[in-house]
């Protein structure tokens, strides 16, 4: 199957469960590639999609722990090719879609056309581009099409409503909708009652999947959203959970943070 099946296999097959899809989001490399890849491992049978974030100096969409993860992977040797290395390690036919997460400069100053080949290379199933607006996506498009690779779109909090249903169409695997204005952060409390406006419009105008994003970080957020979306995302709580650990205890923390959102959704 190529990326963009398999990640709407992972998402009818929570529908199916009656359950959502649940999506951690782990940085590269943080706190170093041996706890990241041990921890890819363990988690694989119990989420639906994975996205491996690759470090980047200048992370505009990502709040303080995202960064300071970043930073760390950074300053640790962790580099474009050792995070689809990462990817490719964990990648299997069976297990969960992986999808990277990165920004356009990086991607520009690799190639992008080698970027793309190489995500095929490593089995990742696409990658999320926050930066990149959905009047220049086409030359990513054009790379990542013909490989099958998915590139799902991001819906901001003031992204008008005609707006949101074009990005949504241009849209592959699932529609990501940013929960709340701002950067990446546990710290804050999602609004649900505009994320189940928003998602009830945008279902008006996409039968893509909705994943929801940016703060959530509790059980009860996983429930919330269980109920009005398809996919809930999970970035810096998770972080924030094995933050300072490595190796085996690094696992069982982050084991222990997933079950207890699982056992919600």
């Given at each position: 199957?190529?990326?963009?099946?398999?990640?709407?296999?992972?998402?009818?097959?929570a529908k199916a469960e009656r359950r959502v899809a649940l999506i951690?989001?782990?940085?590269?490399?943080?706190?170093?590639a041996a706890t990241t890849a041990a921890i890819l491992a363990a988690i694989a049978p119990s989420v639906d999609v994975i996205e491996i974030g690759i470090p980047y100096g200048d992370p505009l969409a990502d709040?303080?722990?995202?960064?300071?993860?970043?930073?760390?992977?950074?300053?640790?040797?962790?580099?474009?090719?050792?995070?689809?290395a990462l990817a490719r390690d964990a990648s299997?036919?069976?297990?969960?879609p992986i999808i990277m997460f990165t920004y356009v400069n990086p991607i520009v100053q690799y190639g992008l056309e080698r970027f793309a080949e190489a995500m095929f290379a490593a089995g990742a199933a696409g990658a999320i581009?926050?930066?990149?607006?959905?009047?220049?996506?086409?030359?990513?498009?054009?790379?990542?099409?013909?490989?099958?690779?998915?590139?799902?779109?991001?819906?901001?909090?003031t992204t008008p409503l005609e707006r949101a249903a074009g990005i949504a169409e241009a849209s592959d695997g699932f529609v990501y909708?940013?929960?709340?204005?701002?950067?990446?952060?546990?710290?804050?409390e999602p609004d649900f009652d505009w994320i189940a406006g928003r998602v009830a419009r945008l279902r008006e105008r996409t039968p893509k999947p909705i994943a929801v994003g940016f703060g959530i970080a509790t059980p009860e957020h996983?429930?919330?959203?269980?109920?009005?979306?398809?996919?809930?995302?999970?970035?810096?709580?998770?972080?924030?959970?094995?933050?300072g650990y490595r190796g085996d205890e690094a696992v069982a923390r982050v084991g222990a943070f997933l079950e207890g959102l699982a056992a919600t959704a």
């Open positions: 199957m190529s990326g963009v099946e398999r990640i709407a296999a992972a998402f009818a097959r951690p989001y782990l940085c590269a490399g943080d706190p170093d709040g303080p722990t995202i960064a300071a993860a970043a930073q760390r992977a950074l300053d640790g040797g962790m580099t474009i090719d050792g995070a689809l299997r036919e069976d297990g969960p581009v926050p930066d990149v607006p959905l009047e220049e996506i086409g030359p990513i498009r054009s790379a990542f099409a013909p490989r099958g690779l998915a590139l799902p779109l991001l819906v901001a909090p909708l940013v929960s709340r204005l701002g950067v990446t952060s546990a710290q804050r996983v429930r919330r959203v269980s109920a009005i979306a398809d996919g809930a995302i999970v970035g810096s709580a998770l972080i924030d959970a094995c933050a």
